[in-house]
């Protein structure tokens, strides 16, 4: 499932890039998805990352 961050909603927390480093990165100061990870929203700790997210910002979809 496909992962995406909303930039309008992220202010750059870092916690999920903290959390799962192997796909989130930061990029000019906001959150985003390594390119190439986009599909690995089935991972438990990406999930847990999206629901942890202090903005809501992280979003899971097909
Ligand atoms: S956890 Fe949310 S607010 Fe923090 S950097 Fe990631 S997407 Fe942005």
Redesign the pocket.
Known sequence: MKIS?NRDL????????YRVPSV?TAADG??AVIPGRENAGDDPEVREAAER???Q??TIGE
């Open positions: 961050v992220c202010y750059g927390s870092g916690d999920c890039v989130f906001f959150g997210c202090p903005s910002a992280i």
